[in-house]
């Protein structure tokens, strides 16, 4: 099991909320799935003007981040808590986002449906390659709004067959929706999800967001730069990454003047 002992108390402080490995032989699950979950999803609600701010603390600390003035889940807003039951390690657990602040950031990523296409490409890819998170000292915690019997089912199931086989991070059931539509990824005529994926901080505080149509996977490699960069510019206030900056690259400073020494260097 990769998910370490040090995290685990993390998802459940209370040995009670841990039930027994299910060691049922063979669970068999088969989903009503709306036709437009497998491809794009059609507009149906009018975009929300949102107000932002941009933040300068002062002359010698110059930080170029924006913060909402609103309390809805974008960027530069703290994350919105929840706490929901989810699966891992074929056991059922209690996953609260709050118990990860201070400790570690967390990728929280949203996908449409258990055993559908896209979706286990982006679940297993995460998980695979979960070690690169952990030592970025990030959790990746997935989402959707089937339950948790649905999750078990198709961890269960072989990923020759389509499913997930062991995760190396929890699914969390959003069977009330109340988690998507907290942070506005619920698409309400159908009832699910769209691919939203968040970046959260230590502090709590959503840092970035990418929003996907349902018939487009994510990329695990670009979901990591951006953390990187995230960490390096949280580490470097007085600086920032410019477009497709990995680590051993040059940073620039957010200067008139001091940021002619990155242009001239490339």
């Known amino acids: 099991m990769a998910f370490s002992a040090a995290t685990a108390p993390i998802l459940s402080s209370n ?7 299910l060691s049922s032989p063979s669970l068999s699950f088969s989903p009503s799935v709306p036709n437009s979950s497998f491809g794009i999803r059609k507009p149906s609600i009018s975009a929300r003007p949102h107000s932002f701010s941009l933040n300068c603390a002062s002359h010698s600390r110059r930080r170029f981040a924006v913060k909402a003035s609103s309390e809805l889940p974008l960027v530069g807003n703290k994350a919105p808590d929840f706490e929901a039951e989810a699966v891992f390690d074929q056991e059922f657990i209690n996953v609260k986002l709050s118990d990860y602040i201070g400790k570690k950031y967390v990728i929280l990523f949203f996908y449409p449906l258990d055993f559908t296409f896209v979706c286990p490409t982006e679940i297993t890819a995460f998980s695979d390659r979960h070690a690169e998170f952990e030592a970025l000292n ?7 709004v089937d339950s948790v019997f649905s ?7 072989d990923r ?4 997930l086989g062991d995760l190396k991070y929890p699914l969390i059931s959003d069977v009330t929706k109340s988690i998507s539509k907290s942070y ?6 159908q009832g699910i999800a769209l691919r939203g994926l968040f970046i959260i901080d230590k502090e709590g505080i959503i840092q970035h967001s990418t929003i996907n149509n349902l ?31 990995k680590p051993g690259e040059k940073s620039m400073k957010p200067d008139p003047k001091l940021s002619k020494e990155y242009f001239a260097a490339i």
């Open 184 to 189: 506005d990824v619920l698409i309400p005529d």
């Open 160 to 163: 020759k067959s389509g499913g």
């Open 15 to 21: 040995p009670t909320l841990f039930s027994p490995k």
């Open 138 to 144: 990030t959790e990746i915690l997935g989402v959707s």
């Open 151 to 157: 999750h078990l089912a198709w961890v269960q199931t």
């Open 215 to 245: 018939a487009i996977g994510r990329s695990v490699d670009e979901t990591k730069r951006t953390l990187q960069a995230l960490q390096y510019v949280q580490e470097n206030p007085d600086e920032v990454c410019p477009a497709g900056w």
